[in-house]
Every structure is written in C-alpha cells, then in structure tokens.
C-alpha cells in the first residue's frame, strides 16, 4: 500500500494545523497506522498510534495533551491534530501503516511498520 502524507506547512508558534494521510490503492481501514517524525539530524521518532478500528490510541510524551490522532475508516484516513505547535515541532513528519498481528494493535516503534508515506513538512516559526 502506497501512503500520502498531507497538510503541513508554515505556521507560528501557538497554531494549530491537521495532517492527513491516506492509501493510494487501499483503503485504510484494514491498517493499524502511526505518525512519525523526523527533524534535521535527528533520527525518526514517534508521534502517535491508533488502533485499525480507532479505538485504541497512543501518543508520545511529548505531544501529548498538544495532538490527537484519530481515523475515519469510511474515508480511509487517518488524520493528526497538532495545537500549541512549538519551533521544536518543526520536521517532516510521516505515517505508516501495517497489517495489524492482532485485536488492538498500536505500533511505537519504527521498526513495527512495513509501509510509509513520503512525509510532508512541517515547520514552526515566527
């Protein structure tokens, strides 16, 4: 399944704004899928997880109370809402998807996805 990340951009500090990421060829209703990011020099971190039926969620530390991940399997999509965005928010960031091994599924780690996006940049700054 081929991934397209979308919705980054410029915005400042403060500001809010929604990534979405949806399948090419597939519908994403089958996957259990995750945000990452990347930001220069940085290795790829976690943002946040949601289950394949959207009830279960995970997010990191540091996002957390800041983004909400969430889904709409009709639409096949999956979509993160960052607020209070911080210049250390600035990188590209990415989703991934993977067949779920089971009931509930949430991946944190990079190495749990087998399928990425191309990423979509995101910058903070004044």
């Known amino acids: 399944v081929q991934l397209q990340a979308s919705g980054g951009g410029l915005v400042q500090p403060g500001g809010s704004l929604i990534l979405a990421c949806e399948a090419s060829?597939?519908?994403?209703?089958?996957?259990?899928t995750g945000w990452f990011r990347q930001a220069p020099g940085k290795e790829r971190e976690f943002v946040g997880a949601?289950?394949?039926?959207?009830?279960?969620?995970n997010v990191a530390d540091s996002v957390k109370g800041r983004f909400t991940i969430s889904r709409d399997n009709s639409k096949g999509a999956m979509f993160l809402h960052m607020n209070i965005l911080n210049p250390e928010d600035t990188a590209v960031y990415y989703c991934?998807?993977?067949?779920?091994?089971?009931?509930?599924?949430?991946?944190?780690?990079?190495?749990?996805?087998?399928?990425w996006g191309q990423g979509t940049l995101v910058t903070v700054s004044s």
């Open positions: 991934a998807a993977r067949l779920p091994p089971r009931l509930r599924w949430v991946g944190r780690k990079v190495s749990d996805y087998d399928h």
């Open positions: 060829e597939r519908s994403l209703s089958n996957y259990g």
């Open positions: 949601i289950s394949r039926g959207g009830g279960f969620t």
